[in-house]
């Protein structure tokens, strides 16, 4: 067992949280003050500490990596790419990054939670079975030995997914009404109303869509509760099987609150995501747009294994194409359009 000498102990605790809360995701007017965040280290320090104390691994669980947007002009298909593949080298990096500050280290636990909502984004269920195992298959093929999935299939085993879905909301989802109320007080929650709604505007604003946008837009806030509902219900799960674990979300968050907003690739959109988006090479490096943005720059589909993964974007005057070095690794073999 690794034994930390207790004065040590505080001062490898706040190293640790300095590496994460150096990828925070921060909330607008959220109260977050200087690089890191002295009140958000504070706030986390207990969990940190009491994981060390014991000399095991420091857990983080993040509801992330649901399920790809079914959204065309979004996305390139349903299975995850580069734009996954890259986000999930950047979380094993970090927990990589922490054992060298704490040896024993730090695991992410990936709570994909697209069996959790994804009737409500038109979504089949086997298309969130695919995309959880091609992303195991992912996390082997890199190596990312710190990151693990865990989803709601685990929790109902052999259960049909309407059960499951059913079970999960009675019992730990909060009411509509109660949501209601949350996002007319403003703040974090009406921040969070008005990102979802967006996000599902936007997903279901697909080509054979033949409504009205204002009918659109009716049924995307309504929908945007449930998805709402459902995710904190998934939260609350795990918060009852997880106790010891410190909390991640793809969500900017307020300062000092239960979870750590945390950035999973560098895009200028701090919401958009490797499922809402699709990776760019662009002056050597790799950033997340729209696909559809990323075709109206000018962008060229790249190829790896044979399959469409991700857009290079050669910059005016370059002439050839360089994929950014920090990340030539994955594309070895890749052939590449
Ligand atoms: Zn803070």
Partial sequence: MYDVAAPAV???????????????RRLRDGGCAGEVCPRCVRHHLEAVRRAMASGRRIEFVLPAFPTKSPNPAKVLGPLP???????????????????????????????????????????????????????????????ATRLEQFTLDEVHPGAGHEDMRAMLSAGHAPTLEELREEVRGGGAPLAMYR????????????????????????RCRQLAYRVIQRSRA???????????AVRLSIHPQPCATDKIGILLADTPDAWLTPWHGVAVASGG??????????????????????????????????????????HREPLEGAACA
């Fill in 10 to 24: 505080e001062t490898v605790a706040v190293d640790v949280l300095k590496e994460v809360l150096s990828h925070q």
């Fill in 81 to 143: 790419d580069l734009a996954e593949e890259l986000a999930l080298r950047f979380l094993d990096g970090l927990c990589e990054r922490i054992a060298r500050i704490y040896p024993p280290g730090a695991v992410i636990l990936i709570c994909s939670d697209g069996r959790v909502f994804n009737d409500l984004l038109g979504v089949g269920d086997e298309n969130v079975t695919g995309y959880v195992r091609a992303l195991d298959r992912m996390i082997t093929r890199i190596g």
């Fill in 195 to 218: 990102g979802i709604t967006r996000f599902m505007l936007e997903d279901l604003s697909t080509p054979d869509y033949t409504g009205t946008r204002s009918a659109l837009q009716r």
């Fill in 234 to 244: 998934w939260g609350n799960l795990l918060d009852e099987l997880f106790p010891d």
């Fill in 285 to 326: 490096r790799f950033t997340l747009m729209k696909r559809a943005d990323a075709e109206r720059a000018g962008a060229t589909l790249a190829y790896v294994g044979g399959r469409p993964s991700f857009y290079a974007l050669e910059p005016a005057g370059t002439g050839g194409s360089a994929p950014a070095a920090a």
